[in-house]
């Protein structure tokens, strides 16, 4: 089951930063948080992932409350090529390692 | 280098028959996860696994099985197959066992309709 919560739908405007967000309440210590997105028909692209540290790499930022309960994932310039389903996803011992997709967020990203 | 490729990537079924997919990880990954991804849902995890070895089974019924080759290879097969086996199935490969902190890489799927 998923863990996690996240709006159904977002837009934002080209070239500005695109601030997704992800409720994770339940979250355990040993649980990281990772980040998915799926393009119209393709398979999903991981993103980043972190434990408690914030992260950044050459396509997000993703930044974890202290308390590790919500997370946002920063596009800091959003493309056109940006717009698609995000999935904020927690995995670790408790869930099989396995991944499990809720229904994410559908980023559109306005010209 | 190629990425996790599947075939076939469309394939049409008729009720009661039976279907095989085919996923070949990238090269050096030895763990293969396979999804299911209806229509406006999430991918829904179906079975891992690595070094031949079935690592974690979702729930689904028993007309779903998989298994996985020498070459890290894997095959999906769905026996009687209902309409709402209908859906995008993805191939999922690592180079870990899983119990890991690291992502998967997923192939573009097979999209299976069945009528």
């Known amino acids: 089951d998923a863990k996690t919560t996240q709006p159904p739908s977002m837009d934002c405007a080209e070239g500005r930063a695109a601030n997704l967000p992800c409720n994770h309440s339940?979250?355990?210590?040993?649980?990281?948080v990772y980040w998915y997105r799926q393009i119209h028909s393709q398979g999903p692209q991981y993103i980043i992932h972190?434990?408690?540290n914030n992260e950044t790499n050459e396509m997000a930022s993703l930044i974890i409350t202290e308390d590790r309960k919500s997370s946002t994932l920063i596009l800091p310039h959003a493309t056109l090529r940006d717009t698609a389903v995000y999935y904020c996803?927690?995995?670790?011992?408790?869930?099989?390692?396995?991944?499990?997709f809720g229904t994410g967020t559908s980023l559109t990203v306005i010209p | 280098d190629a990425g996790v490729t599947q075939s076939p990537t469309h394939l049409i079924k008729t009720r009661g028959q039976q279907v095989t997919l085919r996923c070949s990880p990238i090269?050096?990954?030895?763990?293969v996860s396979w999804y299911q991804q209806v229509l406006g849902q999430g991918p829904q995890f179906i079975f891992q696994?690595?070094?031949?070895?079935?690592?974690g089974r979702g729930n689904f019924p028993d007309r779903f099985s998989a298994r996985q080759f020498p070459n890290y290879s894997s095959e999906l097969n769905v026996n009687a197959l209902l309409l709402g086996d209908s859906a995008l199935y993805l191939c999922?490969?690592?180079?870990?066992?899983?119990?890991?902190?690291?992502?998967?890489?997923f192939g573009s799927g097979t999209r299976l309709t069945v009528v």
């Open positions: 999922a490969s690592s180079d870990k066992n899983g119990r890991d902190r690291y992502g998967y890489t």
């Open positions: 339940t979250i355990s210590g040993n649980e990281y």
């Open positions: 972190g434990l408690k």
């Open positions: 996803i927690v995995r670790g011992p408790n869930t099989g390692n396995q991944f499990y």
């Open positions: 090269s050096g990954h030895k763990s």
């Open positions: 696994y690595y070094e031949k070895e079935e690592r």
